[in-house]
């Protein structure tokens, strides 16, 4: 198994955090991990994006120039990333902010509402986890289980009452893929 | 069991600097290596183990309390990025001149000047050939992923106390802001005073029952001894030349061409050897991993047995020098390089074989 995703949105989108959940969810199910982020100033307001490779076997190169899953959260990203995703590969917009739809048809091709999904969880900062869970809805190549035991390891003990909100959001996320 | 942790290279070297048992960091926060402070910083191990991490006024400071800490024989460091470490290295020519040990972290940006915050390789010249003035070598160790940025520490430290002459670790803004698994060393003790008089019988840490004072400095105005000086760093050189290169090598069995890339970048190259070899093109990768001393001799043999080298550099033909002067001619050896701090996808790696080798066209 070996999965080469790119995350790719404005930066406080949660684009990062986001592949570094993937990241960790990865480690708790003992795979290769890298996680390679765009980083800079465009963490704040520019274009952010963050390439995460999850593979049983060693993994060579970190920076890539094709993907297996693209998740493109804004215009940019779309027009930067649609041509990259390889044939037979998938790709999840958000729609909201997106005028020009993707066009490819060798792709599997998932518009996910996160914004709106987010908005009705009336937590904005869940918006993420409802496009991880959108993600692993499409290629579950880690379980939510997973995700929970990363974010439990990871998170400080003071933020642990918010995991069941995250699950929540993963959820409602792989529930707005189950729809289609 | 160890624990397998998931961080940046940079903070790798934060932990790992800890584990080790460093005395002392003394930096100054640049990007892509600004972790590097802020980790020592959260992980408080002026609390634990007594190691002081000090945020110096500027890179001209930090490297002077480097040479500071060095002198009295105790294991420092310090940390930068390209105009950072140019801004050290007079003070690493004195380290190399005073024969003192001591760890130096370059994260690499695109340069000149102030460049660009993005990864490079730009200062393999000034980290492999001197950097500062005077004849003198670093020892100089090229990490490809977050675990060696961890286990460098510990071998760069053990080197440059070996062989008393500072050493360095160059990475790439790739290897310090990426995450991987790593497996961090176990704690180990910070020497005590007396550890230190008894393995650094030269280090100016007080005079105590010895006959004699130490005194650490690079000026010795008699050209004589000067010369005498000079000569036993360029002895000490050779003896590391002749025991310390260390390089891996990928598929080089059977190549008929060799791809020759360090640090990050040598991954890269890897995965556009991997999916040359699906095509049956019989290419092999060779990583120093230490650039100085350079794997020359080994780089040499292969010259015998490839048609053609490559070399892929994120700058525009550095250590290309040093595979030329290995191979002496024997076989073309031609370069490829991104900069500014663009970074070369496989399919560019292999589109470069084949523009510059014939047999590599597909």
Same mark, same amino acid.
């Given at each position: 198994m070996k999965e080469e995703i790119v995350i790719a949105g404005f930066g406080g989108q949660g684009v990062l955090s986001m592949g570094k959940i993937l990241a960790y969810a990865g480690l708790m199910d003992n795979l290769e991990v890298t996680w390679m982020p765009s980083y800079g100033p465009e963490q704040r307001g520019g274009t952010a994006n963050v390439t995460v490779i999850l593979s049983d076997a060693p993994i060579s190169s970190p920076v890539l120039d094709s993907y297996d899953t693209a998740v493109v959260l804004n215009q940019q990203s779309l027009d930067k990333f649609e041509a990259k995703v390889k044939p037979g590969g998938t790709l999840i917009y958000d729609p909201s902010g997106i005028h020009r739809l993707p066009g490819r048809t060798d792709i599997t091709v998932v518009s996910v509402d996160a914004m709106t999904a987010a908005i009705e969880l009336q937590n904005s900062k869940t918006y993420n986890m409802i496009l991880l869970g959108a993600l692993l809805a499409c290629r579950p190549v880690v379980g939510i289980d997973a995700v929970l035991r990363g974010l439990k390891k990871t998170l400080p003990e003071r933020h642990h009452h918010l995991i069941p909100l995250n699950e929540q959001a993963l959820r409602k996320g792989m529930g707005l893929v189950g729809d289609k | 069991m160890e624990e397998v942790k998931l961080m940046k290279g940079n903070e790798a070297i934060a932990h790992a600097a800890i584990r080790y048992g460093a005395d002392g960091y003394f930096g100054y926060p640049i990007t892509p290596q600004s972790e590097v402070l802020e980790t020592l910083a959260e992980l408080r191990p002026w609390e634990t183990t007594g190691m002081v991490v000090l945020q110096a006024e500027s890179e001209v400071a930090a490297i002077n309390m480097v040479y500071g800490g060095a002198a009295t024989g105790r294991a420092v460091m310090t940390s930068s990025s390209s105009p950072g470490v140019s801004l050290k290295q007079e003070g690493i020519s004195y380290l190399a001149a005073s024969e003192l040990p001591a760890l130096i972290l370059n994260v690499m940006r695109g340069g000149p000047g102030l460049g660009t915050i993005q990864p490079s390789q730009a200062d393999y010249f000034q980290a492999t050939k001197g950097g500062g003035h005077g004849d003198y070598h670093l020892i100089v160790l090229a990490p490809a992923s977050v675990q060696e940025m961890a286990d460098f520490v510990a071998l760069g430290f053990d080197l440059s106390f070996k062989y008393r002459t500072p050493a360095m670790i160059l990475a790439d803004g790739i290897v310090g802001q990426m995450m991987e698994k790593v497996i961090l060393p176990e704690q180990r003790p910070r020497r005590t005073d007396e550890e230190v008089r008894a393995q650094c019988p030269? #280090? #100016?840490? =007080? @005079? =105590?029952? @010895?006959d004699h004072k130490n005194v650490v400095t690079s +000026?010795? +105005?008699?050209s004589a001894k000067m010369e005498v000086n000079n000569e036993r760093f360029q002895a000490t050189y050779r003896r590391i030349e002749e025991n310390e290169v260390r390089y891996q090598e990928y598929f080089t069995d059977d190549a008929d061409y060799l791809v020759v890339a360090f640090g990050s970048i040598a991954r890269i190259c890897l995965k556009a050897i991997e999916d040359a070899r699906a095509k049956g093109l019989k290419i092999g990768l060779l990583r120093p991993i230490t650039l100085w001393p350079f794997p020359t001799t080994r780089i040499a043999e292969l010259s015998k047995q490839v048609k053609g080298m490559l070399t892929v550099e994120l700058n525009a033909g550095q250590m290309v020098e040093d595979v030329r002067l290995a191979v002496e001619g024997a076989v073309p050896v031609r370069h490829f390089g991104r900069m500014g701090g663009m970074i070369p996808n496989p399919v560019e790696i292999l589109d470069a074989l084949a523009s510059n080798f014939d047999e590599l066209k597909l």
């Open positions: - | 030269w #280090a #100016a840490c =007080g @005079r =105590g029952n @010895r +000026l010795e +105005l008699d």
